[in-house]
């Protein structure tokens, strides 16, 4: 399967979940949809993780806790080897380490390697702790033979990679595996990637084991200015190696303070994107239903974009991945959920004419947006 020339990240994204759910290539949880998809075949891939030097060699082992990656926890553990998983979206640390019961059976041990599992049987790992990570796997939606990486748009598997370079965890040699299907193996641009996106050097998929002697450099370490206020406060270890390296003497201002946003430097807007709850104070006028093609102001004065069509799953980290990728991330956003829309603010006319020109065809799933200038409600 060849992506469309000239796409997107979420492009390739969509049309490689769109696949894998038209030719039923995966198992639960379905859809695959914004998911690192669990595909069919997985523990069939992950059989070739063992013939690796690198796995041979190695004594500790991070693995991504999603579904398609159990069986390489599991071949960790029988092979006695330390096992890590990252804490979900890192709300409690970084990293747990998996401690099966004293004298575990292969039956024990796979029960280990699963989601409830590694919650059972785990032990947090300090920021303090003294780590050093062997070999590292993470899940893809799509790499490139060549060792690039499309994750699912969050961003977790770049920042873990970026923490543990932080705290002297890994190092540039340290190897990075995925396990993913045939179909998740596409030809795509390295233009599409930043600085901050994660490669791979090996891919194991269920009839191939590939590897990509990549030499784009790893993340050296985590790019504040790409970081928002907003993910600092939902990431409390985030918020000490920060502080650490603050210490250290290191540039940590961050993203809204530099004014600039993830994403291609080109497309970066001149101001911050924040998310606003329906609760909030928005534009007089931008949430009436006859929301329509009509300038809401002039130069310099604030105006608004109304979307609407929202599948009814969208979530708003969906939406504002989406207008990064887009280069078209407002100054506020105003989330309408239940309505099925989002108003976007932004600084001027100018800038709103620009992102309505920008996001026309824009679909979350298989939901094409409406995308209009917002109009003032008239003075009563």
């Known amino acids: 399967m060849e992506p469309r020339a000239g796409i997107s990240k979420q492009d390739i994204r969509e049309q490689i979940w769109d696949y894998m759910e038209s030719e039923n290539l995966a198992d639960f949880p379905r859809p695959v949809h914004h998911r690192i998809p669990n595909f069919k075949g997985s523990a069939r891939a992950a059989e070739h993780f063992p013939r690796l030097q690198v796995f041979l060699t190695a004594r500790t082992v991070k693995v991504n806790p999603d579904a398609p990656q159990q069986r390489a926890r599991f071949l960790v553990l029988e092979s006695k080897k330390t096992l890590l998983v990252p804490t979900p979206r890192l709300r409690t640390g970084l990293f747990n380490r998996i401690t099966p019961p004293p004298g575990a059976n292969k039956d024990m041990l796979r029960k280990c390697a699963t989601s409830q599992g590694v919650r059972s049987f785990s032990v947090p790992v300090g920021l303090d702790a003294s780590i050093l990570v062997d070999l590292v796997v993470v899940g893809s939606v799509a790499v490139s033979e060549k060792g690039w990486r499309i994750g699912k748009g969050e961003g977790y598997a770049d920042l873990e990679y970026a ?218």
């Open 163 to 380: 923490m543990m370079v932080s705290m002297g965890a890994v190092h540039e040699g340290t190897p990075v595996v995925t396990i993913v299907h045939d179909c998740q193996v596409v030809d795509f641009p390295e233009a599409l990637l930043g600085d901050h996106d994660l490669t791979v050097d090996y891919i194991l998929t269920p009839t191939r084991l590939i590897s990509t002697g990549c030499r784009r450099p790893k993340p050296a370490g985590i790019t504040w200015s790409k970081i928002s206020r907003e993910m600092l406060e939902k990431i409390p270890i985030l918020r000490s190696l920060r502080e650490r390296e603050k210490r250290a003497g290191k540039d940590v201002t961050l993203q809204a303070e530099h004014g600039s946003l993830l994403g291609p430097a080109s497309q970066r807007p001149a101001a911050p994107s924040t998310v606003r709850r329906p609760q909030d104070a928005s534009l007089p006028g931008a949430d009436s239903p006859e929301a329509a093609c009509s300038p809401l102001g002039g130069e310099g004065v604030p105006a608004t974009v109304c979307v609407g069509n929202l599948p009814r799953d969208a979530r708003i980290s969906d939406l504002k991945r989406a207008l990064r990728e887009l280069g078209a991330a407002p100054l506020q956003l105003t989330w309408r959920g239940l309505r099925h829309r989002a108003l976007l603010h932004y600084q001027d006319l100018a800038a709103a004419q620009r992102a309505v020109s920008c996001l026309q065809g824009l679909h979350l799933g298989a939901s094409a947006l409406t995308v209009a200038l917002a109009r003032p409600q008239k003075d009563k």
